[in-house]
């Protein structure tokens, strides 16, 4: 009796304990979220490196990440990202950037100093002058930039030579950035001359050598030679970088977007707890506690790993709460099955649990899977939310099984449980009495389904979604559109979302866009006072900085944009449909390697049919596809998956547990039938637990990422019926169509003695 006291007690002081960590500690995790620039404001930015001259060598790509790097230092931006793709290209993420148009000039300006004569030759550059040397300073009461010589013998001989040559000529002309292409002394001095800033910085005539330091004289504004000043500091960065790709958003829109998807979030995690509550009862408060765990740990380890929360990341977060529910009801449902077979609870708490562990990690495996190839060849957000889905994983892994293994297993050693059957939700006249020599007399509610019967409907009902596809998109096609709706992250081109304080129409906005010089845009509302503007023109940073400043003006709320150019739209969708092919081909590797190769395409075909669905939907509906749908592509590839093993696991252990050597056709549609029949129920509960979270995020998310939550949507219903009609039904026709082969089996061969452990005896062991 004390040892059963002593259980209770360990339960409710570990319940109580860890509510009081999450409560304790929750607000400082809070607080120490480090949101990206979708849900704070900022920008993303891909610059195509190159050499300042033609045929030049481009200087080590960590050089000039270190270069941008002290640039952004200038900037005071907390946690700026900084990554190098492939040999000739930076990635810059800045959130919470204040001033979008001075972070760019920072960025990208090349600082490159020299001096030079009115015949643009080089006389000397930048390290000439000391390291840090330049300040702002004042001379006669104008702005000046100070420069602190280092090898001032050289200067010396420099400037002595120069006051030799004639009048005109004596001049040393200071240069920021000189383009031997384009720029030239003698073309910026007839600007000057007609009242038009050049492009050099000084022109200033020697008469005599100078022995110490230099100044930088200029119509600077304090602003400017300050920047002036920090741009020298930083170091000279002599190459070119170009925008190929820009993506920024306005603070109040990132606020907005973070608060409604938080809000969703929150009301979808209440709504799988309810559920899990209403159809397992004890096990699903259980469940619930652990939800509380599961977010909580998941945050903390991704806060500690200097995680940034994005819009698909916070979307990863609250998707793992229905994937990894998951887990417990597969283990829930083994229990019930163990209790209907007319076993002891706690006889079934162990089998349930042994029989679910392999089904659980092969299925999380899977899913991990894709989230490691998104992660390794993913870029920006799509990073993020692969982040987001490993962590995830392994929460789920650690808290949702083996820690609802630990507390449940407190409750059934305890024996509180022993006559309270109905706390799992199982109905006492369906449990056999095995001491009377019934047998089991519930099979569940699809117990007297013929699923390979009814296959062809399914199948049928896909090849019509899929024909609907294809159609759409020969039509499209042949109108001279393209197979499918594509976003400017494949196409190319910008985005501009415009929010307003006022109500919005379409009309008003195209005739805004008109009035900028863009005609052929593409404009769509989301609410009253938010408009999507898409264009195939890929808008120069200085005419988006004007057309923003009008926007500004005129709706009083900063516009988001983001830009992408050609070259970086084809590697997208190059990207995207390697990422989707070698996800195939791992999963085709591990389920061969942990079932057999049958199964392995069986999952295969219908983790291809899931995408097609996704995009025949896309298609049809003329839906924006985005880069955000590589990732929802690759999580529909793990998730099918998942639900697919789930279906594979008990097949195999019904082929395995086959009494007849042989096993004929008829066999194994016995076999496919009686194993739908048992996992249907949990495949429909497992895809309810994923579809709350996504149908909140869907009606009270951020409509910035309602094209992921939509995919996702149709991604989790296919996904779920392709496991069942499509998965399964290609196994059996491969195996009835192979050669027989002799089944080892497993009957055990202790079966009577082992019927005769689980005997229930009233009064003793009930």
């Known amino acids: 009796m004390k040892s059963k006291s002593r259980r209770l007690f360990v339960f409710f002081a570990t319940v109580i304990a860890l509510f009081a960590i999450v409560i304790a500690f929750y607000s400082d995790i809070q607080k120490s979220m480090t949101l990206g620039l979708d849900l704070q404001g900022g920008f993303e930015i891909v610059y195509e490196v ?176 300050r920047t002036l000043a920090d741009l020298i500091n930083s170091g000279s960065l002599p190459v070119k970088m170009s925008e190929i790709y820009s993506n920024v958003v306005s603070a109040e829109y990132g606020a907005t977007a973070f608060s409604q998807t938080m809000f969703a979030g929150i009301i979808g995690v209440i709504g799988v707890v309810l559920f899990m509550l209403l159809v397992y009862r004890l096990p699903g408060i259980i469940s619930g506690i652990m939800l509380a765990l599961y977010i909580f740990f998941t945050m903390l380890v991704y806060n500690s790993m200097g995680g940034v929360f994005t819009l698909p990341g916070i979307a990863a977060l609250v998707l793992g709460v229905g994937m990894t529910v998951d887990a417990n009801v597969i283990t829930f449902e083994r229990i019930k099955d163990e209790l209907y077979l007319g076993r002891t609870v706690k006889k079934s708490f162990e089998e349930g649990h042994h029989l679910a562990w392999w089904t659980i990690f092969d299925s999380q495996f899977t899913i991990f899977i894709s989230a490691v190839i998104m992660y390794i060849f993913g870029t920006g957000a799509v990073k993020g939310f692969a982040t987001m889905l490993m962590v995830t994983i392994f929460a789920t892994l650690l808290i949702n099984v083996f820690f609802v293994k630990f507390l449940l297993g407190l409750l059934v050693n305890s024996g509180v449980l022993d006559n309270r059957k109905t706390w799992f939700s199982v109905k006492l006249k369906d449990i056999p009495d095995v001491s009377k020599g019934e047998e089991q007399r519930y099979f569940g509610i699809f117990s007297k389904v013929d699923f390979i019967g009814i296959s062809k409907y399914f199948i049928a009902g896909s090849l019509v979604v899929l024909a609907a596809g294809f159609l759409s998109s020969g039509i499209h096609l042949a109108s001279g559109g393209g197979l499918f709706n594509m976003g400017i992250d494949f196409s190319s081109g910008t985005k501009i979302t415009v929010v307003s304080n006022t109500a919005l129409t379409v009309s008003e906005v195209k005739a805004d866009f008109v009035s900028y010089g863009i005609d052929n845009v593409s404009i769509q509302l989301s609410g009253n006072k938010v408009a999507n503007v898409s264009t195939t023109t890929a808008i120069s940073t200085e005419k988006m900085n004007e057309i923003k400043a009008n926007l500004k003006v005129k709706y009083g709320q900063e516009a988001s944009d983001s830009v992408v150019t050609p070259v970086v739209g084809k590697e997208l969708v190059r990207n995207a449909v390697i990422l989707s092919a070698l996800a195939w081909l791992l999963m085709l590797a591990f389920i061969a390697f942990r079932f057999e190769f049958d199964y392995a395409v069986g999952c295969i075909v219908a983790l291809v049919h899931d995408v097609f669905i996704v995009l025949a939907v896309f298609s049809v509906f003329r839906l924006e596809v985005n880069t955000s749908l590589i990732s929802v592509i690759l999580a529909i590839i793990g998730y099918s998956a998942d639900d697919t093993i789930v279906i594979f696991d008990r097949i195999r252990e019904n082929v395995r547990n086959w009494k007849k050597p042989q096993i004929t056709k008829k066999d194994y549609r016995n076999i496919v039938n009686e194993s739908l029949q048992a996992t249907a129920q949990r495949s429909l509960y497992n895809t309810v637990t994923t579809l709350i979270p996504i149908v909140f995020l869907l009606s009270l998310g951020s409509s910035a990422i309602f094209t992921f939550n939509f995919a996702f949507l149709i991604g989790l219903i296919s996904g779920a019926y392709s496991s069942i009609f499509i998965a399964a039904q290609l196994w059996y026709f491969i195996r009835t169509r192979s050669k027989p082969k002799q089944v080892k089996t497993k009957v055990k061969k202790t079966s009577k003695k082992e019927e005769l452990e689980e005997m229930v005896i009233y009064g003793i062991n009930d």
């Open 50 to 225: 190159s050499p300042l001259t033609a045929g030049d060598t481009l200087p080590s790509m960590a050089a000039v990440a270190r270069s941008v790097s002290k640039r952004i230092d200038l900037l005071g931006v907390n946690e700026p990202e900084i990554s190098i793709e492939g040999n000739n290209r930076i990635r810059v993420q800045l959130a919470g950037v204040s001033d979008e148009v001075q972070a760019r000039k920072i960025i990208s300006s090349t600082a490159n100093l020299t001096f030079r004569d009115t015949k643009d030759v080089l006389l000397a550059d930048a390290t000439i002058l000391t390291q840090g040397g330049a300040s702002l300073g004042y001379e006669n009461g104008l702005v000046v930039v100070s420069l602190k010589i280092k090898d001032q013998t050289k200067f010396y001989e420099l400037t002595k030579e120069m006051a030799t040559r004639t009048s005109g000529s004596n001049i040393i002309v200071t240069w920021l950035d000189f383009d031997p292409a384009t720029d030239s002394y003698a073309a910026e001095a007839v600007k000057e001359k007609a009242g038009t800033t050049p492009k050099y910085i000084s022109a200033a005539s020697v008469t005599a050598g100078i022995n110490g330091d230099a100044i930088i004289k200029g119509s600077f504004t304090e602003t400017e030679a």
